[in-house]
């Protein structure tokens, strides 16, 4: 069977793009890497095909999307882990230190962010990196950072903590509008419903289980075929590269930028 048969589909956004963006941070001698927030697999998988040689660790608080990511990807790769946990409970460890840890569009959402921000560092070894990724827009998420030493103070246990303000840009901007479109009126009709509750209804916007966004809804209640179609068209989305702008920012007002990175160094 062919890989791109077996990958998790991304919608065409930021996420799908998770893995390329976290080259620009990591270093190409990690050898083990934690990954809090899996969703649907697509930074995880793609890390696992791409560095064999490296231990991989996908964690994520919805059982029945580790089931699924085990039962369609897991088992085909030694070097690949994934386990269900709440990586906001005080205290957690999974029984390794790793080289990084990373997450993508996890932190707008989480409820308890000491405690997330608490086991992140527990997780890493002494020198180890830790890369979250986040859109912080005051109408996305439940967690919005006003300025660059907000994030400071919440990645004060690290030793090095730096921000950066990323922009993707695609180059046929509204060819790539319209295909956004066309993928979720043919794959996702619900994409554009849930994104209208979750924009008006703020209290929805604090999801603690990937099982209830509408991306693990899609893939757990399609078919294969369609499964498959989602796959070939994210993977057709990947060639169409963004240009991606990424500039650090020192001090100043952060709020509404459409994505943040935070590297911080144990």
Known sequence: MFPVFRRPFGAPNAVIYSYEL??????????????????????VYRYAVLRKDSLVMGVDQS???????????????????????????????????????????????????????????????????AVVNFPNESNHGINHFKEVDDVRALFA???????FVVDIQHPVDKLWRLTKSLYESLFSRSTKEARKRLYSEREEQGIDCFEESTCYSF????????NWMASI????????????????????NILNRPRLVVVATK
Do not use: W
């Open 22 to 43: 976290s080259k620009s941070f990591l270093d190409e001698n990690v050898t083990s890497i934690l990954e809090v927030g899996s969703g649907i697999g697509i930074f």
């Open 63 to 129: 059982e029945k999307t580790i089931e699924y990511l085990n039962s369609n990807y897991g088992k085909y790769y030694k070097n690949l882990q994934l386990k269900s946990c709440d990586f906001c409970e005080e205290g957690l460890y999974l029984g390794k230190a790793f080289d990084a840890v990373y997450s993508s569009d996890v932190l707008e959402h989480v409820t308890n962010t000491e405690s997330f921000v608490n086991n992140i560092h527990r997780h890493l070894r002494a020198g180890g990196k």
């Open 157 to 163: 246990a690290f030793s090095s903590v730096k921000v």
């Open 219 to 226: 893939i757990n209640n399609s078919g294969k075929v369609r």
């Open 233 to 252: 068209l994210a993977e057709t989305f990947l060639l169409m590269k963004p240009t991606i702008d990424i500039r650090q920012v020192e001090i100043g």
